[in-house]
C-alpha cells in the first residue's frame, strides 16, 4: 500500500552534513507515523528519528541535537537533516512509515529499500 524511496546517502566527512529524503507514494502519507532507521556492519537496526503525523519528534540519544527529522506532507516526502556527523554514523539508512507509534519499525510497517551514508575521511 505505501512505497518509501529514499535517496541522499554518499560519503561526508566527519563534522560534515548530509540530508536525506524519503518519498512516499501514498495519498494518506499524512495519517503516517514515519521514522528513520539505520543498520551499521555487524550491528543491529536501530530507530534513529521519529514523527507523528502531527509532527511530534522523537531522537535517539546518539543523534539528539545533531539530526533533525522533518516531513512535507505536500510533497509525500520525510527528511532526515544530518549535522556534526561522526565515523559511528556511517550506516544504511532506511525509511518507514506506521500506522502509529507502536507499529513503526514492525512486521506492519513499511520500509525503503535504504541509502547508505559513509562518514569517513
Known amino acids: 500500500q505505501v512505497q518509501l524511496v529514499e535517496s541522499g546517502g554518499g560519503l561526508v566527512q566527519p563534522g560534515g552534513s548530509l540530508r536525506l529524503s524519503c518519498a512516499a507514494s501514498g495519498s494518506i502519507f499524512r495519517f503516517y507515523v514515519m521514522g528513520w532507521y539505520r543498520q551499521a556492519p555487524g550491528k543491529e537496526r536501530e530507530l534513529v528519528a521519529g514523527?507523528?503525523?502531527?509532527?511530534?519528534?522523537n531522537y535517539a540519544d546518539s543523534v539528539k541535537g545533531r539530526f533533525t527529522i522533518s516531513r512535507d506532507n505536500a510533497k509525500n516526502t520525510v527528511y532526515l537533516q544530518m549535522n556534526s556527523l561522526k565515523p559511528a554514523d556511517t550506516a544504511v539508512y532506511y525509511c518507514?512509515?506506521?500506522?502509529?507509534?507502536?507499529?513503526?519499525?514492525?512486521?506492519?510497517?513499511?520500509w525503503g529499500k535504504g541509502t547508505l551514508v559513509t562518514v569517513s575521511s
Open positions: 514523527i507523528t503525523s502531527g509532527g511530534s519528534t
Open positions: 518507514n512509515a506506521g500506522t502509529s507509534m507502536g507499529v513503526l519499525g514492525g512486521a506492519m510497517s513499511y
